[in-house]
C-alpha cells in the first residue's frame, strides 16, 4: 500500500500563499496519478487538484489561476502552490494517489489544515 504524509498547512492572511507537501512511499509514485482535496467542517470532500503521470493537469473551477499542483517524482512528493488564498479554501487538504490500472484504488493522507483568516 501506498503510504502519503502531507505538511505545509498552518495559519495564513487572505491574499497570502503556502505550499502544501506530499511524500509518498513506495517505488511507483511516478505512475500514480495524484491529487490534492479539500473538506471544509460540514462540508463534503472536494476536488482541488490533480496531476496524472504525464504532467496533465485538472483544477477545481474555484481554484483555476491561483492554485498549481506540481510533481517532483525523483522525490516521490506532490506539491500544491496555493497563492492569493481566501476564506473560503479554509479546509482540511488530503493528498491522494490513484492506481489507476486495474484494479483501481485510491490512497490518501492524513490532512493537514489550512486556515485563511485576518
Known amino acids: 500500500q501506498v503510504q502519503l504524509v502531507e505538511s505545509g498547512g498552518g495559519l495564513v492572511q487572505p491574499g497570502g500563499s503556502l505550499r502544501l507537501s506530499c511524500a509518498a512511499s513506495?517505488?511507483?509514485?511516478?505512475?500514480?496519478?495524484m491529487g490534492w482535496y479539500r473538506q471544509g467542517s460540514g462540508k463534503q470532500r472536494e476536488l482541488v487538484a490533480t496531476i496524472a503521470s504525464d504532467g496533465n493537469t485538472n483544477y477545481a473551477d474555484s481554484v483555476k489561476g491561483r492554485f498549481t499542483i506540481s510533481r517532483d517524482n525523483a522525490k516521490n512528493t506532490v506539491y500544491l502552490q496555493m497563492n492569493t488564498l481566501k476564506p473560503e479554501d479554509t479546509a482540511v487538504y488530503y493528498c491522494?494517489?490513484?492506481?489507476?490500472?486495474?484494479?483501481?484504488?485510491?490512497?490518501w493522507g492524513q490532512g493537514t489544515q489550512v486556515t485563511v483568516s485576518s
Open positions: 491522494n494517489a490513484e492506481r489507476t490500472w486495474y484494479p483501481r484504488t485510491n490512497y
Open positions: 513506495g517505488s511507483s509514485f511516478s505512475r500514480y496519478t
